[in-house]
């Protein structure tokens, strides 16, 4: 690989990518001629390159990037499957793209019509009574969930301050739960990896909002006692929030709703394909039962005799959760997405992602480490332990797979399982990909036996070698500068 080089360096003095046209006014100085405002002065070097290599730059860079389009990318947790470009095409339909959120009702009842269906799609898929759109996230439709709980709360008098979360809860439900205004209350799961009944029966009482958890699990395993925990919480007038985020599993199949869950947020941006990581846009709808339903963020959107329309008139609302409607081309995507697969096409989605997340965890259950061996659902967990004595680490395995061309897994999460590594497949990807990759992994854990160096060091052919992820995290150089200038 040619040695990259940035584009200061590439610079050279006078070279210019654009030629003005002639001044045949002898007065006027060229230079004077660029408004002051467009000249930048704060860059010491400014670089200065021809149009091609300008070209070339850019070009250069768009190809440091990975993502769902140019390989695998089995990160556990976050469904980084295959975004289909249909529903891009929807979301960029005029009608959709162009519309101004201060527009009148009555100009944009596709719109409207469009987020009232997705808002019934949802409900039946999850089993729900009611739902919002607003939230921009996962996480954010937790906080708005747990606002609903403590508002209703508040609205009877009661006083419920604390919250049960399982030990294999994502790290974002006890942060919500503490910006809620809850005390997050550990639940520890069993030898199974799943939650037992009585250790919910001995936490949960009358102070208690209820229980948070996720199914399937963040060990991508069933909790197979969802409905007996319910019942228990539901009996000391609490409720169960589901985090929604592992709906991947489950479309079509069971709804949550069914199982005793009263809240839960949707992941739109990984269960209904729109293309994520890198910060957004996400969306993450929250559903409800019915007696939550008058504490949901307004607007949301009615229909009437006459058509659809905006309601801010609740007076039990927690209010908005932010500005507008929620991340409306986002809504699009995941309105196409279940409208092209129908109800039969999300159930086949579901079942081929926990498929072919079995078949991953048969064919290396025998090279790493599996510490639950029962049936997963749309992700499986291994860990490191079979490498420690080669003195390899998971961390050395995720960088060592950028060198065979995949994503890295998710590691070290979750947090139960030591030196953890969870692979989510996803439904969109082929057997020879599938096998790809677990030859990859069988390849490097014997390298861990024969050349432990190799994954050390690893990975040898991205741009950026192993970083120290300390200095990386606390001290981010983002910006490139001159080494007088930096801190070297
Ligand atoms: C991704 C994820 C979240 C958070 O969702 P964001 O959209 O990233 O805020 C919460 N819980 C689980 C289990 C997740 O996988």
Request: proline share 7%; with cysteine; aromatic share 8%.
């Amino acid at each position: 690989m040619r040695e990259r080089r940035l584009i200061f360096e590439k610079s050279r003095k006078g070279r210019t990518a654009v030629e003005p046209p002639h001044v045949d006014v002898p007065e006027v100085d060229p230079e004077e001629l660029i408004p002051e405002n467009l000249l930048r002065d704060d860059l010491e070097g400014f670089p200065e390159l021809s149009e091609l290599d300008v070209v070339r730059h850019y070009t250069e860079l768009s190809t440091l990037n990975f993502g769902v389009d140019t390989g695998f990318y089995p990160l556990g947790s976050c469904t980084m499957k295959y975004n289909p470009r249909i529903d891009e095409d929807v979301a960029a339909l005029e009608g959709f793209c162009m519309l101004h959120p201060y527009q009148p009702e009555e100009h944009c009842q596709g719109s409207l019509r469009l987020m009232h269906e997705l808002s019934g799609y949802l409900c039946e898929i999850g089993g729900m009574d009611a739902l919002t759109l607003q939230p921009s996230a996962g996480a954010q439709g937790e906080l708005c969930g747990l606002l609903v709980l403590s508002a209703y709360f508040k609205d009877r008098g009661e006083r419920r301050d604390k919250i049960i979360i399982p030990d294999t809860a994502h790290g974002t439900n006890p942060a919500s739960s503490a910006l809620a205004g809850f005390d997050v209350v550990d639940v520890t799961s069993s030898k199974k990896g799943i939650i037992e009944p009585e250790d919910v029966e001995r936490l949960m009482d009358e102070r208690t909002a209820g229980i948070m958890l996720t199914n399937p699990n963040t060990l991508g395993l069933f909790e197979e006692n969802i409905k007996e925990i319910a019942r228990i919480v539901h009996a000391k007038g609490g409720f169960v929030y589901c985090d929604g985020a592992n709906l991947n599993a489950l479309m079509g199949i069971a709804r949550l709703g069914d199982m005793g869950v009263d809240l839960v947020q949707f992941n739109l941006h990984k269960t209904f394909a729109t293309p994520h990581g890198g910060g957004g846009p996400g969306s993450g709808p929250l559903g409800v039962k019915k007696v939550l339903a008058p504490y949901l963020p307004v607007p949301w959107v009615e229909k009437t005799e006459d058509g659809y329309r905006l309601v801010t008139d609740a007076p039990k609302s927690i209010g908005r959760c932010r500005a507008f409607y929620g991340n409306f081309l986002v809504m699009v995507k995941a309105y196409a997405y279940i409208r092209r697969m129908g109800r039969a096409g999300l159930k086949e989605a579901s079942r081929m992602a926990i498929l072919n997340a079995n078949y991953i965890k048969e064919r290396l259950k025998d090279t790493y480490h599996l510490p639950h061996p029962q049936t997963c659902m749309h992700e499986c967990v291994f860990s490191d332990r079979y490498l420690q004595q080669h003195g390899v680490t998971t961390m050395d395995v995720a960088k060592r797979l950028i060198d065979y061309g995949f994503h890295p897994p998710t590691v070290y999460f979750p947090l139960v399982v030591k030196g953890a590594i969870m692979i989510e497949p996803t439904e969109t990807e082929s057997p020879e990909t599938l096998d790809e990759f677990i030859e990859a992994m069988k390849s490097i854990a014997r390298e861990a036996k024969e050349t432990p160096e190799l994954l050390k060091n690893a990975p040898h052919t991205a741009p950026v070698k192993r970083v120290d992820e300390v200095r990386a995290s606390r001290m981010p150089v983002v910006r490139w500068k001159p080494v007088s200038e930096g801190d070297g």
